[in-house]
Antibody
């Protein structure tokens, strides 16, 4: 059974940082690039970052360039999203996904508020 | 950035009826198009990949068609569990982008 389990969300003040983690099982992790997707409350879906199989290629949506860093640890079947300089506009449920969205985790809520 | 649009925004359908959802890309994306179903409070679920290939475990009443810039998701006979929001997504070019969604509700 394919499983993706995110953690690390929470309440943070504007300007703060959080590190999200996603541990996967049930498929060959090193075969797939991985994506972080977010969904603001009551809004649609936005791909935030993606990383290729060996971590050598990373891409970000413009709104997070210079603030977010995606990484992976293939030995631990894990993908991460380091989020810095958070703003209220980053408040969302963050999902990790296999490739562009073949499988999804349950999501972790990030709330940015003072 | 490729802009995805969906129509209609809301579709009211009776159980057992057919539903047809449309998705348009602002530029050519070949068949690099996916459809997702999202029930409020849950993660999205992949229905269709490559514009027309059903994902594992997806019932045959779901079908996708189209290529280039125009795409369609058809649900042949709506079941109670199909009332949800449906999103299309292009993965031809980064950033991968989603349409705003079509809400399918009970008529």
């Amino acid at each position: 059974e394919v499983q993706l389990v995110e953690s690390g969300g929470g309440l943070v003040q504007p300007g703060g940082s959080l590190r999200l983690s996603c541990v996967v099982s049930g498929f060959s992790f090193t075969t797939y690039w991985m994506t972080w997707v977010r969904q603001a409350p009551g809004k649609g879906l936005e791909c935030v970052a993606k990383i290729n199989q060996d971590g050598s290629q990373k891409h970000y949506v413009d709104s997070v360039v210079g603030r977010f860093i995606i990484s992976r640890d293939n030995a631990k079947n894990s993908v991460f999203l380091q989020m810095n300089s958070l703003g209220v506009e980053d408040t969302a449920v963050y999902y990790c996904a296999r490739a562009q969205g073949v499988d999804w985790g349950q999501g972790t809520l990030v709330s940015v508020s003072s | 950035e490729i802009v995805m649009t969906q129509s209609p925004a809301t579709l009211s359908v009776s159980p057992g009826e057919r539903a047809t959802l449309s998705c348009r890309a602002s530029q050519y994306i070949s068949t690099h198009l996916a459809w997702y179903q999202q029930i409020p409070g849950q993660a999205p679920r992949l229905l269709i990949n490559g514009a027309s290939a059903r994902a594992t475990g997806i019932p045959a009443r779901f079908s996708g068609s189209g290529s280039g810039t125009e795409f369609t998701l058809t649900i042949s006979s709506l079941q109670s569990e199909d009332f949800a929001i449906y999103y299309c997504q292009q993965y031809d070019d980064w950033p991968f982008t989603f349409g705003p969604g079509t809400k399918v509700d009970i008529k």
